[in-house]
Structures are given as C-alpha cells and as structure tokens.
C-alpha cells in the first residue's frame, strides 16, 4: 500500500509514478517514465522527468530538474537550479544546488558539495567532505574526494585525483 501524497498544484502524468511515503507538492512534476518513491519529497517548482528515480530520503527542490536516467537518493538534495541528467547519480548525503550540473554518468555523493555553476561530468566521482563550486568543472575521470575544494574556474580532468585538504581556485 502507499502513502504518497500529491498536492498544492503539483502534477504527476504520463506513465509517471509516486509510491511509498513519497511526497510530491508546490508546483513541481513528475512525468514521463519518472519515479518518486520511499520518503522522497519533490517540491517547490521542481522538475523529475525521462526515466529518473528519486528515493530514500533524497530531496528535490526550488527550480531543480531530474531527468534521463539520472538518479537521487538516500539524503541527497538537489536544489535552486541545477539540473541532474544522463545516468548521474547524486546519493548519500550529497547537495546538488545553484546552478551546478551534473551529467553523463558522473556521481557526487557521501557528504560532497557541488554548487555555483559548476559542472560535474564524464565519469568524474566527487565525494566525501569535497566541495566543488563557482565556475568550477570536473570531468572525464576525474576525481575530487576527502576534503578537497576545486572552485574559482579550476578544471579537472582527465585521470586526475584531487584529495585531502587541498584547494584549487
């Protein structure tokens, strides 16, 4: 049986589906081949399309957009404006926010940070405590983890690792 509840002006339509304690209101919508499921909350004007999952606990809000197959979970949150697409996979405690995109099959998840108008794609992993921001990028196979913070307009790309304590502005 499911709990889920849809309401405010929300919309969910197509062959779209929201089960569990999920949570689905304001303006946002849910469409498409989309699943919203578990205690999951999709609010505010927020867009979750294509053939996107948000689960768990995962919060996606403000203007955000879900789509492809891109996926949300666990206590992630994905907010403001930025857009989460292709096969990425925000999860954990991950905060997605501003106008940062990540795409392809990139992840960011455990405690990371990605926000600005950074971008984060390929397959790049951004995790643990790292912060990536401003007009930041990360891509191909990159990797920024522990407590490592890339902003300014730094690049990281290739097979590059960036750990620890270090910053690149």
């Not at 929300?10 to 339509?13: D, G, I």
């Not at 905060?95 to 940062?100: C, G, K, L, R, Y």
């Given at each position: 049986f499911s709990n889920a509840k849809i309401y405010d002006k929300?919309?969910?339509?197509s062959n779209a589906e929201v089960s569990g304690d999920a949570v689905v209101h304001g303006d946002a919508e849910v469409y498409d081949k989309a699943r919203v499921f578990g205690d999951a909350e999709v609010s505010g004007n927020a867009l979750v399309f294509g053939n996107a999952l948000v689960y768990?606990?995962?919060?996606v809000s403000g203007d955000a957009e879900v789509s492809g197959k891109a996926e949300v979970s666990g206590s992630a949150r994905v907010s403001g404006s930025?857009?989460?697409d292709g096969n990425a996979k925000i999860y954990d405690k991950a905060?997605?926010?501003?106008?940062?995109k990540i795409y392809d099959k990139a992840w960011v998840f455990s405690n990371a940070e990605v926000f600005g108008n950074a971008l984060v794609y390929g397959k790049a992993r951004v995790s643990g405590d790292a912060v990536v921001s401003g007009d930041a990028v990360?891509?191909?196979d990159?990797?920024?983890y522990g407590n490592a913070e890339v902003s300014g307009k730094a690049r990281v790309s290739g097979d590059a690792k960036v750990s620890g304590n270090t910053e690149m502005v």
């Open positions: 929300a919309w969910v339509f768990g606990k995962a919060r930025a857009v989460v905060w997605v926010f501003s106008n940062a990360v891509h191909g990159a990797v920024v």
